[in-house]
């Protein structure tokens, strides 16, 4: 071989060298990959009871305050046969996203020195109808849904000692009850739960 020749095929060897990457560069397969996060944001549930948060750890006990009716013959804050008042649960549910369901029950309770303190009404809205109850109040239900115009619910508990008709306790028990310094007491139980998607 000439050196003319060899010099021939040794470019045109670098040439098909060439062509060879070139036409590997046209048909690679392009990939290219990305990571990340979504975020997602979280609805709130922030119900107040009485302005306190029924998420933090505080007692019901310490957010009702009883209102007594005014009797000429009863001090004032304290009960004795035949005083009537009331107290008022107020939710608010202003700053929660999802829609619930609440469940308020006010029931006599068995470890109370007053056996004939009784709930004996309540209303919804400050300007709703009393409804008369027996026994106490099992299950006070009702829906705030998460779109609501109004997420303030006023209910008003009404309770009274029974003295005379109805009445289980007898003049020595009402006694006994003032006697020990004891307290009479209602059970009380609120309890909220969302309404899931159907």
Not at 19 to 46: I, P
Not at 49 to 73: M, W
Not at 77 to 104: C, K, L, M, R, W
Request: charge should be negative; charged fraction near 15%; hydrophobic fraction near 40%.
């Amino acid at each position: 071989m000439t050196r003319e020749r060899k010099i021939k095929l040794f470019i045109a060897i670098i040439c098909l060298i060439l062509c060879l990457f070139e036409v590997k560069q046209t048909y690679a397969k392009y990939t290219e990959s990305k990571e990340g996060q979504t975020e997602f944001a979280v609805a709130m549930w922030r119900i107040l009871l009485n302005g306190t948060d029924i998420s933090s750890n505080a007692q019901l006990s310490s957010l009702i305050n009883p209102v007594y009716e005014n009797n000429s013959n009863i001090a004032s804050g304290v009960i004795a046969p035949s005083s009537e008042g009331y107290f008022d649960i107020e939710i608010n549910a202003v700053n929660t996203q999802v829609s619930f369901q609440y469940n308020i029950s006010v029931t006599s309770a068995d470890n109370t020195n007053v056996e004939d303190l009784v709930v004996y009404a309540y209303r919804i809205g400050t300007n709703g109808t009393i409804t008369n109850v027996n026994n106490g109040i099992n299950s006070l239900t009702g829906t705030v849904a998460h779109n609501a115009q109004n997420k303030v619910i006023d209910l008003r508990i009404y309770f009274k000692w029974i003295e005379g008709t109805g009445e289980s306790m007898n003049n020595v028990a009402d006694t006994a009850a003032s006697l020990g310094g004891g307290t009479g007491k209602l059970n009380v139980s609120a309890s909220f739960t969302q309404i899931p998607n159907t």
